[in-house]
């Protein structure tokens, strides 16, 4: 009998494998190594749905790039990933660009002003809230001579990854963070290059925006309508959505609205930092523990601690977690860096559709906050697509890290991208 299930589950793997082979290519457009994205990455790795093509971060939002391609690039050498690229771009958003333009001074970064730089801000999010040592050293990181690190280095790189894509393969794109990266995509010189590429392009799904709930700008007080990924470029944000819907693209959006829904449970938790079943799973408890002792109130940390970014990567790998969303016509608000109202996900009335001010999304309103930390769960603790190398410090894992089969746990040498 036992021979019996090891045969059933083996095949199962081989079912799975070959349906990740199907998949669509995805396209995970991030702004650093922040605890949500963090997740996100790895849940999308795991997904049988969807088949990883390129990572594009942007330099304008939660972290330094640099250390989000060295994170990225050691989480996905954790799962023996070796042929995925991130690139870098958009170090400046286009509400900083236009904001500067005729005023002969640079661009300077006033939307991402609102980002803490120490605690809560770039230092959590550039060393994975102090667990960026535990993953295994990868042969790739950030090289200034080698990585695509500018808009004209980054954006034909991915273009030249999804054109190299089989012939028919599905694409789906993804975006955590902000959205400016999206936007320059439909803009000369750009755009020719992306034309033959978007009927194959399946739906944006997008984290971000507040619609008919309160926006979460900590860090901006008088603004509170916004939400952190709208906010750092809501005119990239605005262009982005609108090229993306006028070019016959479905526009997903997943606002705070949905993503309320699905507070971090506390048995996720715990099943992640106490029976982990994979250095995956392992990886994602040992954060989320940390994010936890050093929230800003730790004793509500399950009730104001939300699966932002993993909620729309769940949506888009198992879509019945959805139980409210409706097309909508909405608009990004840019009232300045410090308006009250900029960044809002405002829901349009009949004259802003008339003027052609609004574009149509589908907008999530609601998950089945439980079926999401389910799917969480399921995902990092399943074999399938499991990590191939552990974790490395001892000290901040009871019983010490999870050693997988294949595991070395050596940098690989004399490598290249």
Not at 209 to 229: Q, R
Not at 358 to 368: A, E, I, R
Request: with cysteine; aromatic share 8%.
């Amino acid at each position: 009998m036992a021979a019996i299930r090891r045969g059933a589950r083996r095949l199962a793997l081989a079912l799975l494998a070959a349906a990740d082979a199907d998949a669509p290519a995805l396209v995970l457009f991030t702004d650093g190594s922040n605890f949500d994205d963090i997740v996100t990455l790895v849940l999308v790795l795991k997904s049988t749905r969807l088949r990883l093509a390129a990572i594009y971060t942007a330099g304008n939002a939660w972290a330094n790039p640099g250390s989000t391609v060295r994170n990225f690039y050691n989480l996905l050498y954790l799962h023996g990933v070796t042929d995925v690229p991130v690139l870098i771009g958009s170090h400046v958003a286009l509400s900083d660009e236009r904001d500067a333009n005729g005023t002969g001074l640079g661009p300077r970064l006033r939307y991402r002003d609102t980002i803490p730089v120490g605690p809560d801000g770039f230092l959590y999010a550039d060393t994975v809230w102090g667990a960026a040592h535990l993953l295994p050293q990868s042969f790739r990181a950030y090289d200034v001579e080698g990585t695509p690190d500018t808009d004209d280095q980054s954006i034909p790189a991915l273009l030249a990854v999804l054109a190299g894509l089989p012939i028919g393969r599905r694409i789906e794109w993804l975006s955590v963070g902000t959205l400016t990266m999206v936007a320059k995509l439909f803009r000369p010189p750009y755009a020719a290059a992306l034309a033959p590429l978007l009927p194959r392009i399946q739906s944006l799904t997008i984290m971000g925006g507040a619609v008919d709930v309160a926006g979460n700008l900590f860090s901006l007080p008088n603004n509170t309508v916004a939400e952190f990924n709208m906010y750092n470029d809501p005119l990239g944000a605005h262009v982005g959505m609108a090229a993306a819907a006028a070019a016959g693209i479905p526009v997903r959006l997943v606002p705070l609205d949905a993503t309320s829904d699905a507070p971090i449970a506390r048995a996720l938790l715990a099943a992640l930092r106490d029976a982990p079943a994979t250095p995956e799973a392992q990886f994602v408890g040992v954060v989320m523990e940390k994010l936890r002792r050093t929230w800003f109130d730790p004793p509500s940390f399950f009730s104001t601690a939300y699966l932002w970014d993993p909620t729309a990567a769940i949506v888009l790998h198992a879509p019945w977690v959805v139980t409210n969303a409706s097309v909508t016509q909405v608009k990004v608000v840019d009232d300045g860096p410090r308006g009250d109202l900029t960044g809002w996900t405002k829901r349009c009335d009949a004259a802003e559709v008339a003027a052609g001010e609004c574009f149509p999304s589908v907008v999530v309103y609601d998950v089945n906050g439980g079926a999401v930390n389910k799917q969480v769960e399921r995902l990092l603790q399943a074999p399938v697509n499991a990590a191939v190398r552990s974790l490395l410090c001892w000290a901040e894992m009871p019983g010490g890290p999870l050693v997988t089969p294949t595991d070395t746990n050596v940098v690989e040498q004399g490598r290249g991208e």
